[in-house]
């Protein structure tokens, strides 16, 4: 009994030094982060821009609507671009809003964070499979610092998803070592699976799942050759993989809720990435030459040496290992499926066509590589000690120079030079004391990220449907593309009830459209760009009598831009029920009198909470320009009412009568708090199980 202690004390020790020495590789990689202030994330106290910040929304209320982007956006749905669900992602959050430390510090913490964590992850999964210690840290370090983490160096997302792997896979084989599963690990795998849902990388998440699946089948074949009963494992593993789907499923409702009702409203859904997008990226022949000769940084972000593909074939002619078949066969299926023409065949698999850029899967070709050198590393160090500690000298030589061309060259070496441009910052100086509920136009990575003003851009991997159809009126969407320049601009009437005061045009961008004296004043311009400000904008609020029904959404972007449409007097909505209510007929024909008198302010305004005093004489339509979506609610005088979709894009409520009125909206997503039933209950029946399975 004692000497079991002992050993246990012994691995923990272990696993402390190897974590230690994984953080000591992080901070040697990242010397110039962490002691010269270069960024990766977030936006610094000097306005270095990299990723979005949320803190203006945190101060006002709990994260589920963005009122700064595309006239109003679910945030906390948008799992993709901002994961607030992600364990790291909470922890920047904590970090900064709650510890006090710099947004700075804060993004850079977290997002240093990942290596360490994914290189001591695969350390516990290569242990777990019998691999000794030195091939366990090379897996480790193979896994961390070649192709997996430099494709896509600065997405959040990925990082937040793919880090996790390798520990589900951790526990997966710990459930599985005995005779009978131990049900506490397999409980652990189904969290940790959700989880990296959580992370915000559906893509990634979507293959780990089919990965998984073939995993289960791989160890199932296992146990049934190593002489266990066929019909008990059949059992065992049916209810291993349904308690693993549910209990992630579980964890991962109060995203996937969300998620899936901001999906089926988006561009993505409808358009769905046909035939084309299969080929936006994939594996070409540079790429390939770039995983072996680090010649070209643009060329070689998938780098993974020549040593550690030598590395592999030994393993795979000279060694004998009961993972190395189905290490291979992962290696070289999704170097295929990585190709533009093995992918085109790939079309009839489910959600399939829903993802661009496939080359993704390419992971587990370096997932294998790692698991595969692990192998092959702690053979040659036993057998050819002084040999095999040169060769790994050279392969650990060979992986430092294709980081630094991948990722110091191409990513990290380019972040000192992400800053704001003088021009915009002049520019929010000049807007953000002025005008506050307002909307400016602006480029869309600077709108996602500086939260400081209402913005009728940004950027989403959901962008909903009508926000493209209704910003770009004049051409045929491609979503694939989304490059198409927004024309609703060049529309008066449109800009009107976007309520865009300003607009930011890059000099070189400058039309003759926005020098008309009658539309709009020239506030500023410098040798970058030009701050327009339109003279006809209406505000965020307002009232209006006349309405007209256009149930054709062609029909009804046609007559937004008509002459004829007055959008100050009137309303064009899809709803044929508005015409049931009483008093409604007359202002069908009759516009607003401009001797009458309205009166409509703003006199609360948070992301989740808007309040309107409204004073007029006759009934009408109040029009709120932020978008129509699912989950928000309206309160005329205390009484709930119903929100039209108005204007194609933006909510309205119909004012019954004269008089001094309160009108109160609420966002409050049912499906948000189904999700979070579901993820609690998932939790606390998880940690009840853990308890249980331990006695």
């Known amino acids: 009994m004692e000497l079991k202690e002992k050993e246990k004390v012994n691995f923990k020790r272990e696993e402390f030094l190897v974590f230690l020495f994984f953080v000591a590789i992080t901070f040697i990689l990242f010397k110039e982060t962490i002691f010269i202030r270069w960024f990766h994330a977030g ?69 240093i964070l990942h290596f360490p964590l994914a290189s001591f ?41 793919y880090t996790w792997f390798p520990l589900i896979l951790f526990f997966l084989e710990k459930s599985l070592t005995d005779l009978n599963i131990k049900w506490r690990y397999v409980i652990l795998v189904g969290f940790f699976y959700g989880i990296q849902f959580l992370g915000g990388d559906t893509q990634h998440s979507y293959y780990f799942s089919i990965f998984l699946i073939f995993y289960l089948l791989f160890k199932y074949t296992m ?62 022949f540079k790429r390939m030459l770039g995983m072996v000769i680090p010649n070209n940084p643009e060329d070689c972000e998938l780098f993974i040496g020549i040593i550690p593909l030598l590395m592999v074939l030994y ?60 192998i092959g590393w702690e053979n040659i160090i036993r057998k050819y ?7 790994l000298i050279l392969m650990i030589i060979e992986i430092y120079r294709g980081w630094t061309y991948s990722y110091r060259y191409r990513y990290l070496n380019k972040l000192k030079q992400h800053k704001i441009s003088r021009s915009y910052n002049n520019i929010f100086r000049m807007i953000k004391t002025k005008d506050k509920l ?30 493209l159809e209704f910003t770009h009126t004049s051409t045929d969407i491609d979503y694939l593309k989304g490059d198409s320049y927004p024309d609703f601009l060049y529309y008066p009437n449109y800009l009107a009830l976007s309520n865009i005061k300003y607009i930011v045009i890059p000099n070189k961008e400058d039309k003759p459209y926005f020098h008309r004296e009658d539309l709009f004043t020239k506030v500023y311009k410098d040798e970058e760009y030009t701050l327009y400000k339109f003279k006809k904008v209406l505000p965020r609020a307002f009232f209006a009598r006349k309405f007209r029904v256009i149930v054709n959404k062609n029909n009804l972007l046609k007559y937004l831009k008509n002459s004829a449409f ?11 029920s508005l015409l049931s209510l009483s008093n409604i007929q007359e202002l069908r024909e009759e516009a607003l009198k401009d001797s009458e008198v309205v009166k409509v302010d703003i006199t609360y305004f948070t992301p989740l909470e808007v309040i309107v005093n409204l004073k007029n004489q006759r009934p ?31 909510r309205a409520v119909y004012i019954p009568y004269g008089g001094k009125h309160t009108v109160k909206f609420i966002y409050s997503p049912k499906l948000f708090k189904l999700g979070s039933i579901i993820s609690g209950i998932t939790f606390i029946a998880s940690g009840i199980g853990l308890i249980l399975s331990k006695r």
Not at 63 to 82: D, K, M, R, V
Not at 266 to 278: D, M, N, Q, T
Not at 445 to 467: A, P
């Open 438 to 467: 307002y909307r400016v136009w602006m480029d869309s990575d600077i709108s996602n990220s500086i939260l400081r003003f209402y913005h009728s851009n940004g950027f989403s991997n959901l962008v909903l449907k009508r926000y």
């Open 223 to 284: 146990r049934i050759k190593d002489g266990f009963s066929k019909k008990e494992e059949t059992k065992r593993f049916i209810f291993t993989f349904l308690l693993i789907f549910i209990i992630g499923v579980g964890i991962f409702g109060v995203q996937l809720l969300p998620t899936y009702e901001l999906a089926k409203q988006s561009a993505r859904f409808y358009f769905k990435i046909y035939e084309p997008g299969v080929f936006l990226d994939n594996l070409s």
């Open 43 to 111: 936006v610094d106290p000097d306005n270095t821009l990299i990723h979005p910040d949320i803190s203006p929304i945190l101060k006002q209320s709990f994260p589920l609507w963005n009122p700064y982007i595309f006239f109003g956006f679910p945030l906390l749905a948008e799992s993709i671009n901002y994961g607030l669900l992600s364990p790291f992602t909470i922890l920047r959050l904590l970090l900064q809003n709650l510890l006090g430390f710099s947004s700075f510090f804060s993004f850079n913490f977290v997002y």
């Open 385 to 391: 000690k002084k040999i095999g500690v040169v060769i």
């Open 566 to 576: 007055q959008p100050h007097k009137e309303v064009v909505v899809e709803d044929l």
């Open 315 to 374: 393993v795979l002619i000279f060694l004998k290992n009961r993972y190395k078949f189905f290490l291979f066969s992962l290696l070289l299926c999704s170097l295929l499926l990585s190709t533009k023409w093995i992918i085109k065949l790939c079309q009839f698999l489910p959600f399939f066509s829903f993802f661009k850029d496939h080359i993704r899967i390419i992971y587990f070709f370096f997932f294998s590589v790692a698991i595969l050198n692990g």
């Open 620 to 650: 009408g339509l109040l029009v709120f320009s932020d978008t129509y979506y699912p989950g928000w609610k309206v309160y005329v005088d205390s009484k709930e009412s119903k929100i039209y979709r108005a204007n194609y894009l933006f």
């Open 121 to 161: 992850f695969m350390y516990l999964y290569a242990r777990s499979i019998g691999i000794g210690k030195v091939g366990a840290i090379i897996s480790g370090i193979i896994f961390t610092y070649t192709g997996i983490f430099l494709e896509e160096p600065g997405d959040r997302a990925v990082f937040d998803t």
